[in-house]
């Protein structure tokens, strides 16, 4: 059995658990971490490359990689910026290798449409009827040979610690309603459904290539 012993310091940001297997660490990305990250959200959300797939696959794997650690490494670079945040996990047992990790964002959510868009803070600011800031969760992931020993709830409960130093009460998330083990999670969390996008999509992995399909997506709340 796995036991837990959390020390929150919200300024700091900083949780420091022991688990069974070593002291489990939180703390901020750093540019050096760009690299490991784009590598544990692709095997989270695209899997691993084998000698079984097609030249395609292993194009769109790399491809979507790649893409992420370009955006890790921009964002990365120099000093933090507020109302944008990454987290990693790592434990003593590990060395500095990275078990988890976890992007938090600001985003802008449009009231009048029940949806998230790429905006910036001055248009929620110019029009506060329609536009506010919503701390935004996501690309959770776990190492595979890590996974159940509390490093995604750490996680989640670090970006809420973090929406609270934003003095913000909420955070939203997005899941595919296919995806029960991370629906599981944040229901046992205290996340609730805010919205159920019927139209959604998701891509899943086929034979030869990457293809896109139906399903819903929903967007869970939860206030803090």
Not at 6 to 26: D, E, F, P, Q, W
Not at 42 to 70: E, K
Not at 156 to 185: F, K, Y
Request: include cysteine; proline fraction near 4%; charged fraction near 20%.
């Amino acid at each position: 059995r796995t036991h837990r012993m959390a020390v929150n310091r919200v300024a700091g940001l900083c949780i420091c658990a022991g688990v069974a297997h070593g002291a489990m660490h939180i703390r901020r990305a750093e540019g050096g971490d760009s690299g490991r990250m784009a590598n544990l959200v692709r095997r989270s959300f695209r899997g691993d490359v084998t000698w079984g797939d097609s030249p395609l696959v292993v194009a769109q794997v790399l491809q979507a990689q790649f893409s992420l650690y370009l955006n890790l490494r921009a964002r990365l670079a120099g000093q933090p910026r507020k109302g944008d945040a990454l987290f990693v996990a790592t434990q003593d047992a590990w060395g500095d290798a990275i078990l988890g990790c976890v992007d938090m964002r600001l985003i802008c959510y449009d009231e009048v449409n029940s949806q998230c868009l790429p905006a910036v803070p001055a248009t929620a600011a110019q029009r506060p009827h329609t536009f506010r800031m919503r701390p935004y969760l996501s690309n959770l992931s776990v190492h595979p040979r890590a996974r159940r020993r509390g490093i995604a709830t750490a996680l989640v409960e670090h970006c809420e610690a973090q929406a609270l130093h934003w003095g913000l009460d909420e955070i939203v998330l997005e899941v595919m309603e296919p995806n029960e083990a991370a629906l599981s999670l944040y229901k046992k969390m205290g996340y609730a459904i805010e919205h159920c996008d019927e139209q959604g999509e998701m891509d899943v992995r086929g034979r030869w290539c990457f293809h896109t399909c139906a399903a819903p997506q929903l967007r869970l709340v939860k206030y803090l």
